[in-house]
């Protein structure tokens, strides 16, 4: 009966010993991926590369380079085992870099096959190259070695002071799906000697349709959401022949919207960004510890930045990208009916939208 039991038990350890077998992942042998990009090819094909850190001690080189002419994402994949001797795996991916003529065509199919896989994470960063993706990322720039670690650390920085938006995967998936919003992802550019941020690109659906600048980010992201963080350099004119430059620093901003309904399937949209900050530079001849001009200045703040938000805004309409989300709150304030039979595509461009600028300067540190 022992004989019997130990039999078993021998027999039961081996099947657990088998199964770990098919799922053992040697660290030395994955080609574990952390940056890819996506370009456009000849007859609707992709250019597809992918940037894989190579951890031998021994080597030379910090990455290994992997680039393919396929009809899919997944196809290429299978390219991809071809040519090197790792097993390449998607688990460890960061950002996802799409070349600009390939998001002009639309990106939804792209987005649709990203998301099945289950071993990419929905917060991989989503980018736009203004140019090729897989020359940007097949570069080396000087100190960086590793081109796509160095885009994902310079989007997290600007990210994190709000002047550009943080764009995921499931970010850019959530709006692409939402009927109310519009998708919104950075813009990254070969400048010579270095990458830098160009702006934002503004989607309708999946299809990039317009860009605005670096400079006013900051400007789209206060109208677009409310922040807890950024800063903002602005020119307000000539005095004595000498430009006047504040710069608004550490900024706080609420965003409301408000949906008045005009009749006959008109709209006028509200929107009010309340903004707190300090004058961490200002070249004017204000005293700011006077409050008279300390309040003269808030004005002349608020005027510029409401004035270069209802530009934007009015891009926006003119391209029929809705990126502020406009349609959700118009939406909000719908039945379910009402909305669906309402063609927000072509109400968009002809709603009166208004953005007003409250500034309240919380410190101006030791100017006098």
């Known amino acids: 009966m022992h004989r019997r039991l130990a039999v078993v038990v021998q027999?039961?350890?081996?099947?657990?010993?088998?199964?770990?077998?098919?799922?053992?992942?040697?660290?030395?042998?994955?080609?574990?991926?952390?940056?890819?990009?996506?370009?456009?090819?000849?007859?609707?094909?992709?250019q597809i590369s992918s940037c894989i850190p190579v951890i031998d001690p021994n080597s030379n080189v910090g990455r290994?380079?992997?680039?393919t002419i396929a009809g899919s994402i997944k196809e290429a994949r299978i390219e991809f085992s071809r040519e090197t001797d790792l097993k390449v795996v998607s688990g460890q991916l960061r950002n996802v870099l799409f070349g600009l003529e390939l998001a002009k065509i639309g990106l939804g199919d792209y987005i649709d096959t990203l998301l099945r896989d289950p071993s990419i994470a929905l917060g991989v960063k989503?980018?736009?190259?203004?140019g090729n993706a897989g020359e940007i990322l097949g570069k080396e720039f000087k100190t960086h070695t590793d081109t796509g670690r160095y885009i994902n650390h310079m989007l997290e920085k600007e990210a994190a002071g709000n002047n550009i938006p943080s764009t995921t995967l499931y970010e850019f998936s959530r709006d692409y799906n939402d009927d109310g919003i519009d998708?919104?992802?950075?813009?990254?550019?070969?400048?010579?000697?270095?990458?830098?941020?160009?702006?934002?690109?503004?989607?309708?659906?999946?299809?990039?349709?317009?860009?605005?600048?670096?400079?006013?980010?900051?400007?789209?992201?206060l109208f677009r959401?409310?922040?807890?963080?950024?800063?903002?350099?602005?020119?307000?004119?000539?005095q004595d022949g000498k430009p006047v430059v504040v710069m608004f620093s550490s900024l706080m901003n609420s965003r409301k919207v408000k949906v008045h309904h005009l009749g006959d399937g008109r709209f006028k949209v509200d929107i009010l960004a309340s903004i707190q900050g300090s004058v961490l530079e200002y070249t004017g001849y204000q005293h700011l510890n006077i409050s008279?001009?300390?309040?003269?200045?808030?004005?002349?703040?608020?005027?510029?930045?409401?004035?270069?938000?209802?530009?934007?805004?009015?891009?926006?309409?003119?391209?029929?990208?809705?990126?502020?989300?406009?349609?959700?709150?118009?939406?909000?304030s719908l039945t379910y009916k009402e909305w669906k039979g309402l063609h927000w595509r072509d109400v968009y461009p002809q709603v009166e939208i208004e953005c007003h600028t409250k500034v309240t300067i919380k410190d101006y540190g030791k100017y006098m």
């Open 11 to 46: 027999l039961f350890l081996l099947m657990l010993l088998t199964g770990c077998k098919t799922d053992e992942r040697i660290l030395e042998k994955l080609g574990m991926v952390q940056t890819a990009s996506y370009d456009l090819a000849e007859n609707n094909k992709l």
């Open 64 to 67: 290994e380079l992997l680039t």
């Open 126 to 130: 989503f980018t736009v190259i203004d």
């Open 183 to 221: 998708p919104v992802a950075p813009i990254v550019k070969d400048d010579g000697d270095k990458a830098v941020i160009d702006g934002i690109a503004l989607f309708q659906e999946d299809r990039y349709k317009m860009k605005i600048s670096a400079q006013d980010g900051i400007i789209f992201g």
């Open 225 to 238: 959401d409310n922040l807890r963080q950024g800063e903002v350099a602005l020119h307000l004119g000539e």
């Open 292 to 332: 008279k001009m300390r309040e003269q200045l808030e004005r002349q703040i608020a005027d510029r930045i409401t004035a270069k938000a209802e530009e934007l805004v009015q891009q926006m309409q003119q391209h029929n990208v809705d990126s502020l989300g406009i349609g959700v709150h118009v939406r909000n």
